[in-house]
């Protein structure tokens, strides 16, 4: 593990945005941007020192531009499989995947990433 880059968080938008039943389903690009506004003005809570946010959408989140201190990251298809990919292309990099998808943390574990449900990045 490279202690000198910061953190990568990849954060699992939909499965983030669909742990409250908030009405996201209406907008869900909408509640996407939200998800990213947020994080970009309060990071990542409990997390000190350098980090990198990623936050992943797909579906009709697509799109979803990215703002300073958060990179969004359209998956061209599935989301999770777009994570893995995040993950091993973060090589010696510490990296945290947020996410209550138990098969993705399953997945993302195996490659090294801790893993932390979305209570971690929603008020």
Known sequence: MNDHLPLLVVVDAA???GSV???WWRDRRGAAERLRDRLAADGV????????VVLVVEG???GVESV???????????GDDHIVEVVASAGERAVLVVTADRELRRRVGELGAEV????TVRP
Do not use: F, I, Q, T
């Open 68 to 78: 300073p201190g958060v990179r969004v990251s359209s998956a061209p298809g599935s």
């Open 15 to 17: 499965n983030v945005v």
């Open 45 to 52: 809570p409990g997390v000190s020192g350098a980090v990198e």
């Open 21 to 23: 039943p908030d009405g």
């Open 60 to 62: 009709a989140a697509r």
């Open 116 to 119: 932390a449900g979305p209570r």
